[in-house]
């Protein structure tokens, strides 16, 4: 074993390329490797662990009171299969106040439960700032740790409830179950008019929807028809937090395969080449006495050391990038708290990557380190002197008798001479080109979401509002919004002006408040683009965003009853789904802008006429009014740009790697025809002829590369986008699909001739400076 790893240890530092190509392959795809794993742990791992420290409720059930008496909605606490339970609870709906700053989120309606104590056997709660709501009068709001409850704590902050009730702040705490936005006293919900009753179960079978649909059936059993009138899973919670990492999840699983797959070629062309530059080296240890099997662990150890190295650096590597992404997958989601901080790279990822690499690397040299066992002695030590048979010297034959300059017949005939490598290194080619042209697509559909998303083709301005009711900076508006409709319409460059008024409201059969934007104006020309269905045309229609779509299970023509500003229900019907937005849009603007206290417009979106001048608008619109800030519709937002800025980065390191992998097959193939370039400059070749000659046999690689590469990549985008708006639960448009033209193309048709060219760069040079004397000296 001794005299096997001495002859290894001088073969790694004897192929001083070859072990940096593979230590830098593995490197990359190791830290790809954690980064994934850790991003795919972070789905769920984080989540669980948190929701089971508090006992999170499994189910949040609303019953109505009228149909249900609370001792009998108790009662369905001993039905089969519940673990635990909490309530029953009143559940009263109040508005929600709208002082900009404060700790109560959008305007509209929030709800507000009865309940005795925080510290229940579901859902159970710690008051961080101040204390639990005991009197009447007195009100504890639902917020997150850290977000501003120890200053808050120290204001007098009130809710006003109907009936001109005054509820003071007396606390803040936070729901991991996200069972109400507010707590108070059971008596006092009941004097607030509340209608229906809370109850929150953990089950004993809990990990499907399906299981959880099942409990309910049994847990209402007993119930009278209709009295069950909503119900919130967990699981919705869990799928919206996992749409952070799950935004990374699927290119990165791209990558990642795409990396693999150009490790084991990369490693079998090294080891192959290895193998075959060194007959020479393997008759040797041989004639030495080395056995056939020796001979096999030689070239094995010689690929797992360098291996070892790179995939522990990678490792490390990776542990600090997963650590940061995985940290900020969250960034920007409702709910983040519960995760904030505590999502990580997982222990077992590391063991599985530290031995699952090494032992990729030596099942891809296993087949060359074989060739090499079975090589003879006397054969491998007279190998260099063994003339060349085969096709190549038909082909070379058949391209010297063209008109091609000389230097470039005998480049097109290199890659016949060895098929194996030949179909290594084009394999090479095709993966980098296939990872430029899916990071280029990529890259196209985030900024083409983001255009879409911000509606930078149809909105150039927009023109945010002070509040009216709040005390100070920012300033309020001195018009109405009736007349700075007319105003900004009637300003130079103006085309299309709408008004935003995003608000909460509640819809019958769901626990959870439904996120609203009422839009009045001219809707129809600024409207986003729609997956399907078409934009509002009237009163009684909505706009549903997909993540909303999904989680409601609607569809085109299903109808919503909602709660309108005078606390009527009213039913809306579902004409069409956009992307990304509030979860409903109407632009019945009477209806429901009540539900903002100030009735007024928040935003206001402005489509400039064609070749207006946006920065003279806005300065415009800031004079119009005192309580207006407009600004300019562009630039790309801070979530996008870290998803290009991963897909770029991941990009570079694998087209990186594919050019080491031709680089290092180009160094190889120069050295094995070191006597024949010494032939060639010895009768009058000159160096750039010899450079012309190397540069042409990879770049008609890099031609086929291209070739193949280029629809590789678009079919890669097409497979990876869809996943990407599914693990984020959205509908993409079909305009983040169709992202191809022809200027787009061009990069990545060429990337594959540029990597070919620069991977055969270095090795040519070299090869063109050696004296024909040195090189024939030393044959």
Same mark, same amino acid.
Request: net charge positive; hydrophobic share 50%; aromatic share 6%.
């Given at each position: 074993m001794?005299?096997?790893?001495?002859?290894?240890?001088?073969?790694?530092?004897?192929?001083?390329?070859?072990? #940096?190509?593979?230590?830098?392959? !593995?490197?990359?795809?190791?830290?790809?490797?954690?980064?994934?794993?850790?991003? /795919?742990?972070? !789905?769920?791992?984080? #989540?669980?662990?948190?929701?089971?420290?508090?006992?999170?409720?499994?189910?949040?059930?609303? #019953?109505?009171?009228?149909?249900?008496?609370?001792?009998?909605?108790?009662?369905?606490a001993r039905a089969s299969g519940v673990e635990a339970s909490a309530g029953p609870y009143p559940v009263a709906v109040l508005r929600r106040p709208t002082d900009q700053g404060g700790p109560f989120g959008l305007p509209g309606v929030f709800t507000v439960v009865g309940r005795d104590r925080p510290d229940t056997a579901v859902d159970t709660m710690k008051v961080f700032s101040g204390r639990w709501a005991t009197h009447p009068g007195e009100i504890v709001l639902d917020m997150p740790q850290g977000f501003g409850g120890a200053r808050l704590i120290d204001q007098e902050t009130h809710v006003l409830a109907p009936g001109g009730v005054d509820l003071k702040v007396v606390g803040y705490a936070t729901s991991v179950s996200d069972s109400a936005g507010g707590w108070v006293t059971p008596a006092q919900a009941r004097d607030l008019g509340a209608a229906s009753t809370q109850m929150m179960y953990r089950f004993r079978d809990a990990g499907s929807q399906a299981a959880l649909t099942a409990d309910m059936a049994v847990v209402t059993?007993?119930?009278?028809?209709?009295?069950?009138?909503?119900?919130?899973?967990?699981?919705?919670?869990?799928?919206?937090?996992?749409?952070?990492?799950?935004?990374?999840?699927?290119?990165?699983? &791209?990558?990642?395969?795409?990396? +693999?797959?150009?490790?084991?070629?990369i490693v079998g062309s090294v080891v192959s080449g290895a193998v075959v530059a060194g007959y020479r080296h393997i008759g040797v240890?041989?004639? +030495?006495? #080395?056995? $056939?099997?020796?001979?096999?662990?030689?070239? %094995?150890? /010689?690929?797992?050391?360098?291996?070892?190295? =790179?995939?522990?650096?990678?490792?490390?590597?990776?542990?600090?990038?997963?650590?940061? %992404?995985?940290?900020?997958?969250?960034?920007?989601?409702? &709910?983040?708290?519960?995760?904030? =901080?505590?999502?990580?790279?997982?222990?077992?990822?590391?063991?599985?990557? +530290?031995?699952? /690499?090494?032992?990729?690397?030596?099942?891809?040299?296993?087949?060359?380190?074989?060739?090499?066992?079975?090589? $003879?002695?006397a054969r491998a030590i007279s190998a260099g002197g063994v003339q060349q048979t085969g096709r190549a010297p038909a082909v070379q034959r058949r391209l010297g008798g063209s008109r091609l300059p000389r230097p470039v017949s005998l480049g097109l005939g290199w890659p016949f001479a060895r098929p194996g490598r030949t179909a290594l290194t084009l394999s090479t080619i095709v993966l980098g080109v296939t990872t430029a042209t899916l990071a280029i697509g990529l890259a196209a559909s985030v900024l083409t979401f983001d255009r879409t998303q911000e509606q930078q083709d149809s909105v150039q301005v927009t023109v945010a509002v002070g509040n009216p009711a709040a005390p100070s900076h920012p300033a309020g508006p001195v018009h109405t919004d009736e007349q700075l409709l007319a105003g900004l319409r009637a300003l130079p460059g103006a085309a299309h002006v709408s008004a935003d008024a995003p608000l909460q409201t509640r819809m019958a059969g769901s626990a959870d408040a439904v996120r609203m934007d009422v839009r009045t104006g001219d809707t129809t020309a600024l409207h986003p683009d729609l997956v399907r269905g078409r934009w509002v045309s009237g009163p009684g229609e909505v706009v549903a965003d997909s993540t909303f779509w999904h989680q409601q299970g609607l569809s085109l023509g299903r109808r919503v009853v909602l709660r309108d500003a005078a606390g009527r229900q009213v039913v809306e019907t579902v004409v069409g789904e956009q992307t990304d937005g509030w979860d409903l849009t109407s632009t019945d603007w009477n209806r429901f802008v009540g539900l903002n206290s100030t009735r007024r417009a928040t935003e206001f979106s402005v489509g400039l006429a064609k070749g207006a001048d946006a920065h003279a608008y806005a300065a415009a619109a800031r004079r119009l009014d005192p309580g207006l800030r407009p600004s300019l519709n562009t630039g790309v937002g801070p979530i996008e740009q870290a998803v290009i800025s991963v897909i770029s980065t991941l990009a570079l390191l694998l087209v990186g790697v594919s050019a080491l992998? !031709?680089?290092?097959?180009?160094?190889?193939?120069?050295?094995?025809?070191?006597?024949?370039?010494?032939?060639?400059?010895? !009768?009058?070749?000159?160096?750039?002829?010899?450079?012309? /000659?190397?540069?042409?046999?990879?770049?008609?690689?890099?031609?086929? &590369?291209?070739?193949?590469?280029?629809?590789? =990549?678009?079919?890669?985008?097409?497979?990876?986008?869809?996943?990407? =708006?599914? &693990?984020?639960?959205?509908?993409l448009p079909a305009s983040m699909l169709h992202v191809w033209d022809a200027p787009l193309l061009v990069l990545p048709a060429l990337s594959g001739v540029a990597l070919a060219v620069l991977g055969a760069l270095l090795p040519s040079v070299r090869a063109s400076r050696a004296s024909a004397a040195e090189v024939l000296r030393t044959e």
């Amino acid at each position: 074993m001794r005299a096997v790893w001495t002859a290894s240890r001088a073969a790694v530092a004897r192929r001083r390329l070859q072990t #940096f190509v593979l230590a830098a392959v !593995v490197l990359v795809c190791s830290a790809t490797a954690v980064v994934t794993l850790g991003l /795919m742990a972070a !789905v769920s791992g984080p #989540f669980d662990r948190v929701y089971n420290a508090a006992n999170g409720a499994h189910v949040m059930a609303e #019953f109505d009171s009228s149909k249900a008496t609370a001792a009998r909605i108790a009662r369905t606490a001993r039905a089969s299969g519940v673990e635990a339970s909490a309530g029953p609870y009143p559940v009263a709906v109040l508005r929600r106040p709208t002082d900009q700053g404060g700790p109560f989120g959008l305007p509209g309606v929030f709800t507000v439960v009865g309940r005795d104590r925080p510290d229940t056997a579901v859902d159970t709660m710690k008051v961080f700032s101040g204390r639990w709501a005991t009197h009447p009068g007195e009100i504890v709001l639902d917020m997150p740790q850290g977000f501003g409850g120890a200053r808050l704590i120290d204001q007098e902050t009130h809710v006003l409830a109907p009936g001109g009730v005054d509820l003071k702040v007396v606390g803040y705490a936070t729901s991991v179950s996200d069972s109400a936005g507010g707590w108070v006293t059971p008596a006092q919900a009941r004097d607030l008019g509340a209608a229906s009753t809370q109850m929150m179960y953990r089950f004993r079978d809990a990990g499907s929807q399906a299981a959880l649909t099942a409990d309910m059936a049994v847990v209402t059993a007993g119930l009278p028809s209709g009295s069950l009138t909503g119900t919130g899973s967990y699981l919705t919670l869990k799928e919206h937090l996992a749409t952070g990492p799950n935004t990374y999840v699927p290119f990165l699983t &791209g990558f990642g395969l795409l990396g +693999l797959i150009a490790a084991v070629l990369i490693v079998g062309s090294v080891v192959s080449g290895a193998v075959v530059a060194g007959y020479r080296h393997i008759g040797v240890l041989k004639a +030495l006495g #080395f056995t $056939p099997d020796q001979v096999t662990a030689v070239y %094995l150890v /010689m690929v797992t050391v360098p291996a070892v190295i =790179g995939c522990a650096v990678g490792a490390a590597v990776g542990s600090v990038l997963g650590t940061h %992404l995985v940290r900020g997958a969250f960034w920007g989601i409702s &709910g983040n708290a519960l995760v904030a =901080g505590k999502a990580s790279v997982p222990a077992w990822v590391y063991p599985v990557v +530290l031995i699952g /690499m090494p032992v990729l690397v030596v099942l891809s040299a296993l087949l060359p380190a074989v060739k090499a066992r079975r090589l $003879p002695a006397a054969r491998a030590i007279s190998a260099g002197g063994v003339q060349q048979t085969g096709r190549a010297p038909a082909v070379q034959r058949r391209l010297g008798g063209s008109r091609l300059p000389r230097p470039v017949s005998l480049g097109l005939g290199w890659p016949f001479a060895r098929p194996g490598r030949t179909a290594l290194t084009l394999s090479t080619i095709v993966l980098g080109v296939t990872t430029a042209t899916l990071a280029i697509g990529l890259a196209a559909s985030v900024l083409t979401f983001d255009r879409t998303q911000e509606q930078q083709d149809s909105v150039q301005v927009t023109v945010a509002v002070g509040n009216p009711a709040a005390p100070s900076h920012p300033a309020g508006p001195v018009h109405t919004d009736e007349q700075l409709l007319a105003g900004l319409r009637a300003l130079p460059g103006a085309a299309h002006v709408s008004a935003d008024a995003p608000l909460q409201t509640r819809m019958a059969g769901s626990a959870d408040a439904v996120r609203m934007d009422v839009r009045t104006g001219d809707t129809t020309a600024l409207h986003p683009d729609l997956v399907r269905g078409r934009w509002v045309s009237g009163p009684g229609e909505v706009v549903a965003d997909s993540t909303f779509w999904h989680q409601q299970g609607l569809s085109l023509g299903r109808r919503v009853v909602l709660r309108d500003a005078a606390g009527r229900q009213v039913v809306e019907t579902v004409v069409g789904e956009q992307t990304d937005g509030w979860d409903l849009t109407s632009t019945d603007w009477n209806r429901f802008v009540g539900l903002n206290s100030t009735r007024r417009a928040t935003e206001f979106s402005v489509g400039l006429a064609k070749g207006a001048d946006a920065h003279a608008y806005a300065a415009a619109a800031r004079r119009l009014d005192p309580g207006l800030r407009p600004s300019l519709n562009t630039g790309v937002g801070p979530i996008e740009q870290a998803v290009i800025s991963v897909i770029s980065t991941l990009a570079l390191l694998l087209v990186g790697v594919s050019a080491l992998g !031709v680089f290092n097959a180009v160094v190889l193939s120069t050295r094995e025809r070191r006597k024949d370039i010494g032939v060639l400059k010895a !009768v009058g070749m000159t160096p750039r002829q010899v450079v012309a /000659m190397v540069v042409t046999a990879t770049a008609a690689l890099g031609v086929a &590369g291209g070739a193949v590469g280029v629809p590789a =990549g678009m079919l890669a985008h097409r497979i990876v986008l869809p996943l990407i =708006g599914h &693990g984020t639960g959205r509908d993409l448009p079909a305009s983040m699909l169709h992202v191809w033209d022809a200027p787009l193309l061009v990069l990545p048709a060429l990337s594959g001739v540029a990597l070919a060219v620069l991977g055969a760069l270095l090795p040519s040079v070299r090869a063109s400076r050696a004296s024909a004397a040195e090189v024939l000296r030393t044959e």
